[in-house]
């Protein structure tokens, strides 16, 4: 196993555990090691998070783990956020994201709205549980000409419906891209949004071609 390969499987290691120590030890190796933040991310720690998901669906582990687990993401997080430029990037669009209204889940938006930051976008980042008008009076008051939308649940996927329509009645004056767990690229279709992506790596692209359009 190559150096990088073993701090690889060392954040993996450290979100499936919940162990602080190893995850703040293998971001720092990565980050001196110059591995790129989309590996770090879905190599690493969004590896890690998938075997949680998985073990929390066969009840091997349970909310306050996940809980732990989601911590210790976002002590990666916190991390790798500065590596990645925060320059206001407004030349390049500012994109509002949220995780749609009902849906407290944060993580996912956390990694695109980093992404985004990384490819020089200005993100404005309302939170979780956003309603369409939050969405919408953000992108007006940010001159913003994307909203991006997550959803983690299968009961919030309606959300993202919600804020494709609540767009369309004032104007469609902003484009509607949605991701998260549940979501896919045929739900996007069918409610009318503008694009869909899997992760936090492609949503570079996405949105780059939104802007350039
Ligand atoms: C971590 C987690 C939590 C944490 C969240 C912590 C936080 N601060 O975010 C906590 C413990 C708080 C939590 C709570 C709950 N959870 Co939870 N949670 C998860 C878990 C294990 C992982 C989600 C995650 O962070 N993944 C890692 C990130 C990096 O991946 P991601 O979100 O998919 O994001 C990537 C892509 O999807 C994409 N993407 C994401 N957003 C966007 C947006 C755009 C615009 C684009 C383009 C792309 C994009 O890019 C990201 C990066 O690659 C999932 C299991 C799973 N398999 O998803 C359950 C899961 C989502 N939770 C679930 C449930 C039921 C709940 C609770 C209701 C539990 C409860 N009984 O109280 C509550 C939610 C309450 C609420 N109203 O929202 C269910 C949902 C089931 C369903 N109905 O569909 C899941 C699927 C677990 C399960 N199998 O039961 N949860």
Redesign the pocket.
């Known amino acids: 196993m190559s150096d990088n390969d073993a701090i690889i499987a060392d954040l993996k290691k450290s979100i499936e555990t919940w162990n602080f120590a190893l995850c703040k030890e293998a971001t720092q190796k990565a980050i001196d090691a110059k591995i790129p933040v989309t590996e770090i ?2 190599e690493g ?2 590896k890690g ?2 075997v ?3 073990r ?2 066969a009840a091997e582990i349970f ?1 306050p783990q ?2 732990a ?2 911590k210790t ?2 002590v990666a997080l916190k991390m790798l956020e500065p590596l990645m430029g925060t320059g206001d990037g407004t030349a390049k669009g500012t994109v509002v ?1 949220g ?1 749609v209204e ?8 956390n ?2 709205c980093a992404m985004l930051r990384g490819a020089g976008y200005n993100v404005i980042d309302i939170g ?2 956003s309603g369409p008008q939050k969405f919408l009076e953000a992108a007006a008051a940010n001159n913003a000409k994307v909203l ?9 996927l309606e959300s993202q419906r919600d804020l494709v329509n609540e767009n369309k009645a004032e104007g469609s004056k902003y484009l509607c ?7 896919s690229r045929e739900w996007c279709d069918e409610i009318g949004a503008d ?9 570079i692209d ?1 949105v780059k071609n939104l802007m350039n359009n």
Do not use: N
């Not at 991006?148 to 919030?156: H, N, Q």
């Not at 891209?177 to 979501?183: L, R, S, T, V």
């Open positions: 991310m879905d720690l969004g998070m998938e949680i998901g998985d929390f669906d909310l996940v809980v687990a989601s993401m976002e994201m995780t009902g849906d407290i889940h944060e993580i996912g938006k990694v695109c979780p549980d991006g939308g997550s959803a983690l649940m299968t009961t919030t891209i949605f991701g998260g767990a549940p979501c694009g869909y992506s899997e992760t936090g790596s492609e949503i996405l």
